[in-house]
């Protein structure tokens, strides 16, 4: 089973700011089969990127997604009240599929 | 609209079983692979299983195999997941998620999400 570890577990930043967060993983993720959720308390999470840089439809060009092998980051240019909320990474490129712990985003 | 509805949640007893359903609208239910994601409290987000579009290929997390089945009915748009032997490990938020890819196969990310049904196991 491949482990994420996602860091760091609260990032605190202010509207306007710029946000990075880091996704480890154990072992190689085949084919960069990784995928970014945002998710809100009482909302059903929602998908920002898959194959570690694509955005999914509705993303906005605001969040991109890179990295490959075992590191991957997905980083925010410039925070807007509503992107503040926990982030998972998730890795699809082995069963069983496994999410990181999640990031805490909270404004500053 | 892609709308999946989950229900069945509840409170149950440690051992015993429990059926959750979830029901998908605004998209071709059998073009797709389902899924079924949990939410303990506070905890975050565990892949339980996963079930292509004709039934032949399933998955299971370690933690719930043996005990949980997945099952679906393209006739009704409907995903189920039975759970026997329910632990107060298992009480959790259980999202329905529809695979992203329009595939035979399960590839293993999830474009679209219900609101989830809350179990709750406890004496």
């Known amino acids: 089973e491949i482990v994420l570890k996602q860091s760091p577990g609260t990032l605190s930043l202010s509207p306007g700011e710029r946000g990075t967060l880091s996704c480890r993983a154990s072992q190689i993720v085949s084919s960069s089969y990784l995928a970014w959720y945002k998710h809100k308390p009482g909302q059903a999470p929602r998908l920002l990127i898959y194959g570690a840089s694509r955005r999914a439809t509705g993303t906005p060009d605001r969040f991109s997604g890179s990295g490959s092998g075992t590191d991957f980051s997905l980083t925010i240019s410039r925070l807007e009240p509503e992107d503040f909320a926990v982030y998972y990474c998730?890795?699809?490129?082995?069963?069983?599929?496994?999410f990181g712990q999640g990031t805490k985003l909270e404004i500053k | 609209e892609v709308q999946l509805v989950e229900s069945g949640g509840g409170l149950v007893q440690p051992g015993r079983s429990l059926t959750l359903s979830c029901a998908a609208s605004g998209f071709t239910f059998d073009d797709y692979a389902m899924h079924w994601v949990r939410q303990a409290p506070g905890k975050g987000l565990e892949w339980v299983s996963a079930?292509?579009?004709?039934?032949?290929?399933?998955g299971y997390a370690d933690s719930v195999k043996g005990r949980f089945t997945i099952s679906r009915d393209n006739a009704k748009n409907s995903l189920f997941l039975q759970m026997n032997s329910l632990t107060p490990e298992d009480t959790a938020l259980y999202y329905c998620a529809k695979e992203s890819t329009l595939t035979m196969i399960v590839v293993g990310y999830f474009d679209y999400w219900g609101q989830g049904t809350l179990v709750t196991v406890s004496s």
């Open positions: 998730q890795q699809y490129g082995s069963s069983p599929y496994t």
């Open positions: 079930i292509n579009w004709n039934s032949r290929i399933i």
